[in-house]
């Protein structure tokens, strides 16, 4: 039996699907790894692509069927798992360079065909939402979980590089400083019945932190802990918004990269900004191209194109009141109006992205009472140093500013938003000894992938996406 004989001469271990398509020896005696996408053939030939997640691409098997009993190769049908031996040849039409000539099979695990749910191509990304265990092994989410690797270690690296320490900020909080969104409570009290003070409140001095805690919102105002010592940080970790927004831009957990400086002025903090996100899509555009190419071909024909625009273009920097001129007098019917002093919406950030720049906008100098309490004052006593980045099909994609560095000032603030300055303490610490100017923002991650990956809802980037009434898997 040639499963027998092949035991006795010894299995080549194993190599990459990746690694045999690009480099593999026309020859060679190869072993490959993986789950079976298609199989197909005749009488005498059974072909059988092979994916094992190392790159788009899968590896055609050709089985001589004179060579194979039919239970050899009953359970080998799409989503089994397989190793399969055998040599690397030519490939005569399957559109890859090589494919390899099967002499041995051993099956891992099968995947009955009546059950599977991949079982046919061609789902909807909503129905393959239902199965976010499974969806991995389609092409497309191959081909995004890749890019978002990628792109994970490209943020990594932009910073080791420029000399930035990654600094953890924690994910349990008892701040909710940022005022960014609601929190979600974090707690080992008994829900039913939870200690009460004599006032009738739940009793959190019981809880397990002493305090009442939450999911952080951000890491910025740990960021800005570290920058005051470690002079330019960053974070990049989950975070947690427990708004009920189910829009194609929200999760309640995403990912957030946040760099913080010590020494930056708004203007170096937009300078920052773009050098970041442009090198990061430079990056895409030189190790994910086969990846890109499948998106661009599947969902976004112009996907590549836009990618290249945005590293060669040079972002608009704009104030928000221009900002707000240029969407009164554009003639457009917005759903909600604007005027000097509204947050602005996705629409008009579109508007201003993709009618009238035609490309990424920084907008600068927003009314400081639509931001955070610890922005920049201008000597206008309107406005605040924020900077947002907004870009084309996504909106805002950053947001960030130059940080109030002044004790008293933003002591009088955090007194006119009616919060409790006790609590922030710590915070004000930085301001009370060697404050310094400085700026951050931060990135939010899956907002990033929408745009690398030209996928269109936010779901669809993440592995497991959280969002209102869903945390199954
Ligand atoms: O504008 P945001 O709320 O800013 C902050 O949290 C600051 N503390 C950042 C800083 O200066 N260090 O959020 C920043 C970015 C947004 O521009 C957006 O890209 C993303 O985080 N973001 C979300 N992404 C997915 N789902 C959500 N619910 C998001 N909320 C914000
Ligand atoms: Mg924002």
């Excluded at 055998?86 to 065909?113: C, F, M, N, W």
């Excluded at 000097?340 to 201003?352: A, F, I, K, N, T």
Aim: glycine share 8%; with cysteine.
């Amino acid at each position: 039996m040639a499963r027998l004989y092949f035991k006795m001469m010894k299995i080549p271990e194993r190599t990459k699907v990746a690694e045999l398509l690009s480099r593999g020896q026309e020859g060679a005696e190869v072993s490959v790894k993986g789950w079976v996408r298609t199989k197909r053939g005749n009488k005498n030939v059974a072909f059988v692509a092979v994916n094992d997640g190392s790159t788009i691409n899968s590896i055609q098997l050709v089985f001589d069927l004179q060579n194979f009993s039919e239970s050899q190769l009953k359970g080998i049908s799409t989503g089994a798992c397989l190793r399969a031996t055998g040599k690397l040849v030519a490939s005569q039409g399957s559109g890859q360079r090589v494919e390899i000539l099967a002499t041995d099979v051993e099956l891992y695990g099968g995947a009955d065909p009546d059950a599977y749910p991949l079982q046919k191509k061609g789902h909807t990304l909503e129905f393959l939402r239902e199965i976010a265990h499974l969806r991995p092994r389609t092409n497309t989410f191959g081909a995004v979980l890749r890019i978002r690797h990628a792109m994970a270690y490209a943020i990594n690296k932009y910073f080791n590089d420029k000399g930035f320490v990654y600094l953890h900020t924690p994910v349990v909080t008892a701040s909710d400083a940022e005022g960014a969104g609601a929190m979600f409570r974090v707690t080992t009290l008994d829900a039913k019945n939870p200690p009460l003070t004599e006032s009738g409140e739940v009793n959190f001095a019981e809880d397990f932190f002493g305090r009442e805690t939450s999911l952080t919102v951000s890491g910025q105002l740990e960021g800005e802990l570290g920058a005051m010592a470690l002079g330019e940080v960053y974070t990049f970790g989950p975070t947690f918004r427990a708004e009920n927004s189910n829009t194609p831009r929200h999760l309640a957990e995403f990912w957030m990269i946040e760099p913080e400086m010590a020494f930056y002025e708004i203007k170096e903090n937009m300078d920052l900004a773009e050098d970041f996100i442009k090198s990061l899509v430079r990056y895409a555009l030189e190790r994910c191209m086969d990846d890109l190419k499948f998106l661009n071909d599947m969902y976004d024909k112009e996907l590549i194109e836009r990618l290249q625009n945005v590293c060669s273009a040079e972002f608009v920097r704009l104030d928000y009141g221009e900002g707000v001129k240029i969407l009164e007098q554009s003639g457009q019917k917005f759903e909600f109006p604007v005027s000097w002093g509204v947050d602005l919406q996705s629409e008009h950030e579109r508007y201003l992205v993709e009618n009238h720049f035609k490309k990424p906008v920084i907008l600068t100098n927003y009314p400081k009472d639509i931001k955070a309490f610890y922005m920049k004052q201008n000597d206008d006593g309107k406005t605040v140093r924020a900077m947002d980045v907004l870009f084309p099909r996504i909106g805002e994609i950053i947001g960030g500013s130059q940080r109030e560095e002044s004790l008293e000032k933003l002591l009088l603030r955090i007194n006119e938003l009616g919060m409790d300055a006790k609590t922030l303490w710590w915070y004000l610490d930085t301001r009370r000894f060697g404050t310094a100017p400085h700026s951050g923002f931060g990135l939010g991650f899956e907002r990033l992938l929408l745009f690398v990956t030209g996928m269109s809802n936010i779901r669809d980037v993440i592995p497991f996406p959280r969002t209102p009434k869903n945390a199954e898997f």
